[in-house]
């Protein structure tokens, strides 16, 4: 797998260009919604709908479960940009490719990312349906060789070595944590780490993710993170727990698993991005 094609600041600034043409919205939050989550974007109303084959250079999900649109509008009077459907590292896209529409959100002038996740849990405290505040995560795909940000450095949005000492906004957390309690809404803390997938994780690996400090393990959200931090965009992570991961090798896990457990988190989720949109 490669870290090529490297994507050009030339053809972010087209696809923020061919937003810009489609919507009045200059959208302040950029919000991505993991697998099981895309109903979140029915909550925005009035809303413009741009299908990602609609857009010069994005790269198109593949995944069942991921609806492949951008929904723009105003959600508790915030403008925001959804992505209802994420693009995924196993699909066969470089790094630079997954994280194209998080520089596209910067060229349109998004200052907060929220990034949504379904994810397995590692921490024996946690149950599918659960939602768990992320703190920090382990880059396990980027020790591999797989950082988004290997290849030339565009300097208009960051430096070369950019500081990830804290990639989720504090600030943002309290928010989110409140707005948790304030709803009665259960909201763990933990690691998140991010792996390649697509294949699940053994029962070896995930006592390796447990013994290293992982809570939480899915396939995405690291390279969106560290792409939003280099170029100074404030993140907020939530993962939806869909499933207990599988550490003893007795139970196994599937996509429709993940999926269905989706469904119980949207409104609690949306519940909690509420509360936090209200109060920035
Ligand atoms: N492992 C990796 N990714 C996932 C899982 C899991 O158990 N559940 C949802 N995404």
Known sequence: MNNEPFMTLEQ???????????????????????????????SIQPADVIPYAELPHWPQSTVWG?????VIGSLENQPVLVMQGRIHFY????????????????????EILVVTNAAGAINPAYAPGDLMLITDNLNLIGMMGY???IGPNIDEFGVRFPDMSQSYDRQLSDLARKAARANGILLHEGVYVGLSGPSFEGPADLRFLRAVGSDAVGMSTVPEVIVARHGGTRVLGISGISNKANLDGNTTTSHEEVLEAGQVMVPKLEAILRGVLQQI
């Open 147 to 149: 950082n988004p940000l």
């Open 12 to 42: 972010m600034e087209d696809a923020a260009e061919a937003i810009r043409r489609r919507t009045k919205y200059q959208p302040r939050v950029g919000l991505i919604l993991g697998s099981g989550l895309g109903g979140l974007a029915d």
């Open 66 to 70: 991921h609806a492949g649109r951008l």
């Open 91 to 110: 699909e066969g896209y470089s790094m630079s490719q997954v994280t194209f529409p998080v520089r596209v959100m910067q060229r349109l002038g998004v």
